[in-house]
T-cell receptor, first 112, second 113 residues
Framework: QKEVEQNSGPLSVPEGAIASLNCTYSDRGSQSFFWYRQYSGKSPELIMFIYSNGDKEDGRFTAQLNKASQYVSLLIRDSQPSDSATYLCALGEGGGADGLTFGKGTHLIIQP | SQTIHQWPATLVQPVGSPLSLECTVEGTSNPNLYWYRQAAGRGLQLLFYSVGIGQISSEVPQNLSASRPQDRQFILSSKKLLLSDSGFYLC????????????FGPGTRLTVT
């Protein structure tokens, strides 16, 4: 059974600092990896996806993937109070329309 | 651009009552559609997914069912709700962009009393 592990937090980061969110997974067959942001009471919003080893940058966000270590991370630079949310890591097998497997999420708090 | 709708937004139902949640997608054709449930303290759990009209794959055995009567419509149903059915029900869609990234609707918060 596929498992996705995230530290539930809360992870507290001062405003302007780098927030680092981590995720490990058990299924070596996983091919695609996603980060979603979920504000309290709202639905998840896709913010990044990655499928190749290495880094992928989009604005203040950087996703990092290491398939050998089965590890995915999300870095948020210049953290803002509006970044305070729960961040969900999800994985898919890629190349198909199957559903995603989600971690339980990390609660991030950006302190002004 | 694509838009996904879910209704109702909130629902309070007694145990043993029926359920019908609806999801519709606009702005795309032949989407893949998904139902997830997010229960308190748990991650998102995939319930059903569909790659076309009348094609339903079930991921978790339970007292829920899904149907896809039209290309952009996905319905989640139950004949008799249990207390354990309470949660945040999310519909999502994807299309083939190489990775099938999924986009979620606003969700329905269901409380079974």
């Amino acid at each position: 059974q596929k498992e996705v592990e995230q530290n539930s937090g809360p992870l507290s980061v001062p405003e302007g600092a780098i927030a680092s969110l981590n995720c490990t997974y058990s299924d070596r067959g996983s091919q695609s990896f996603f980060w979603y942001r979920q504000y309290s009471g709202k639905s998840p919003e896709l913010i990044m996806f990655i499928y190749s080893n290495g880094d992928k940058e989009d604005g203040r966000f950087t996703a990092q993937l290491n398939k050998a270590s089965q590890y995915v991370s999300l870095l948020i630079r210049d953290s803002q109070p509006s970044d305070s949310a729960t961040y969900l890591c999800a994985l898919g097998e890629g190349g198909g329309a199957d559903g995603l497997t989600f971690g339980k999420g990390t609660h991030l708090i950006i302190q002004p | 651009s694509q838009t996904i709708h879910q209704w109702p937004a909130t629902l309070v139902q007694p145990v043993g009552s029926p359920l019908s949640l609806e999801c519709t997608v606009e702005g795309t054709s032949n989407p893949n559609l998904y139902w997830y449930r997010q229960a308190a303290g748990r991650g998102l759990q995939l319930l059903f997914y569909s790659v076309g009209i009348g094609q339903i794959s079930s991921e978790v055995p339970q007292n829920l069912s899904a149907s896809r009567p039209q290309d952009r419509q996905f319905i989640l149903s139950s004949k008799k709700l249990l207390l354990s059915d309470s949660g945040f029900y999310l519909c999502a869609w994807s299309v083939d962009r190489g990775l099938y990234e999924q986009y979620f609707g606003p969700g329905t918060r269901l409380t079974v009393t």
